[in-house]
């Protein structure tokens, strides 16, 4: 019998091994709390997100949220509270999660995050890793408390990165990785076999946006190439900025470090960088999209756009 209520927090469908893995654990997955349906494109359709989705398909208590102010936050309480949770887990969730909902739960918010902290304290410790060219990224089990992901660390994985990941690849893995690591995690922790341990705080590195400081999050601000750094860097860029919000640049930027453009094209349009590779030092890049064009080859591109073509 189920006897550890449990509460997920989390918006994504990179989350949903992390779901499916705990549905089929010995914990009781009580309840999902997950971001309010947001409006996409030029129709304004509303657009759930992937664990609502989830939980729709599989039978699952949910409760969805736009922010964590005063007014959410006591529904989210009330919710949390009527369905009597133990334990609450927290993986690519949108929101901070306030102190009047963490002492809600007896046994604590366990948090997934993707370094070995205290390193890449923050939203966007992946692409950190592959913008620094890390051969080595981490797993970490933690507790919530105050601060950014400053709580006790109960247990901690290390994972290679490979020379070709993305943002992608490397979210992918670790998710996988994560749901199989999470239902013996969690059973250690509450069964007492895991013991938190408080980080080094002085050690500690963060995820700030070089274009919004005050911000760990990634803006598309930051994924524009600066063509004066070394092309490894760059590769770096377009590796860790995929799939969002994808490295770019404008063809005038191009024409002047890059490649010559073709006198007759705007040299102001914008123009994003998918994929890439190094050629030895040379960079060379595989699939590229002119602002209003579709995704196209560099040889297309280049039989388009650039002089002598």
Known sequence: MKTTKLAFFGTSDRSIPILEALKNSDFDLELCITKSDVSVGRTKEQKVSGVKAWCIKNGVNFVTTGNMNLTSTQYLADELKKHKVDLGMVADFSFIIPEDIISIFQLGIVNLHFSLLPRYRGASP????????????????????????????????????????????????????????????????????????????????????????????????????????????????????????????????????????????????????????????????????????????WKSFENGYIQGN
Do not use: C
């Open 126 to 297: 992946v692409q950190f890793a592959i913008l620094n060219n890390d051969k080595t990224i981490g797993i970490t089990f933690q507790l919530i408390a105050r601060g950014m992901d400053t709580g006790p660390v109960i247990f901690q994985k290390e994972f290679p990165i490979f020379e070709t990941d993305t943002s992608e690849d490397l979210y992918t893995r670790l998710f996988t990785e994560a749901a199989k690591l999470t239902p013996d995690v969690l059973t250690r922790y509450t069964g007492n076999n895991l013991e938190p341990t408080e980080q080094n705080h002085n050690a500690a590195t963060y995820t700030y946006s070089k274009t919004n400081p005050k911000s760990t999050l990634i803006f598309k601000e930051d994924a524009k190439i600066d063509w004066q750094k070394p092309f490894k860097q760059i590769y770096q860029e377009i590796k860790a900025y995929f799939p969002w919000p994808v490295a770019w640049s404008t063809l005038g930027e191009i024409d002047k470090n890059f490649a010559k453009i073709r006198p007759d094209k705007n040299l102001g349009l914008k123009v994003k960088i998918y994929t890439a590779h190094l050629d030895g030092n040379l960079l060379k890049i595989d699939k590229i999209q002119v602002e209003g064009k579709t995704i196209t080859d």
